[in-house]
Structure formats: C-alpha cells, structure tokens
C-alpha cells in the first residue's frame, strides 16, 4: 500500500534522488520513531548523514502542492 501512495507522487519530481529521499522521508515519518528530525529519518534510511532529507526539504525543485493533493 505504502509503494502506491509513494507511486502517485513519484513524477512530481525531476530527478531520481528526491524521488527516493521523499519515499524514505514519508517511510520514516510513518515508522514509530520517538523523535523525528532529519537525522533519525536519514539513520532510519541507512544514511550516515542527513544531507538528503534536508536537500529535499530546502533545495529539490517539487510541487508540493501537487504532492500534497
């Protein structure tokens, strides 16, 4: 059910990278951890550091009206 939701938004954005950074974000965001900053979401993801989720927050280019709706 999740890769659906995930799939419904996937060609909002332009390059592969956000794509998968905005899947791992929403997986984390759903997952049960206690605090949820960007660094326990890229840890959650198997990253080292949260330079990906906070590209996609502040520097990938998205509708995220569209995302949204």
Not at 45 to 65: C, E, K
């Amino acid at each position: 059910m999740l890769a659906e939701v995930l799939g419904c938004f996937a060609g909002r954005f332009g390059r592969v990278e956000p794509r998968r950074a905005a899947g791992q974000f929403v997986t984390g965001l759903l997952s049960e951890l206690e605090v949820k900053t960007c660094w326990q979401l890229a840890e959650q993801a198997g990253h080292a550091r949260p330079d990906a989720m906070q590209r996609l927050l502040y520097r990938a280019v998205w509708d995220a009206d569209a995302v949204r709706d």
